[in-house]
């Protein structure tokens, strides 16, 4: 008799972890911290361990600016040659 396996499932948590959060937008842990401790990056939510929202470290990655361009804030951006 053959066994019936239900597919796996792959999960994506919208929860990460600091090493999680940190290869997610492509840092290390160190460099991570240092922005999140620099308010460049939003802080973790209050559990243990602290963990950030996705959601909340692609708005980071959305709002980098691009190079040759001035940020004039973190709404409206000048684009200068390089």
Sequence with gaps: MTSRRSPSLHI???LL????AAAYVG???TQFRELVDAG???QPTDQSPPRWKREH???YVDDLPLRGEKVLNST???VRAL
Excluded: K, Y
């Design 27 to 29: 840092l290390g842990e």
């Design 57 to 59: 470290l692609d708005a």
């Design 76 to 78: 409206r951006r000048e």
């Design 40 to 42: 460049e990056i939003s």
């Design 12 to 14: 994506v948590p919208r």
């Design 17 to 20: 972890r600091v090493r999680e």
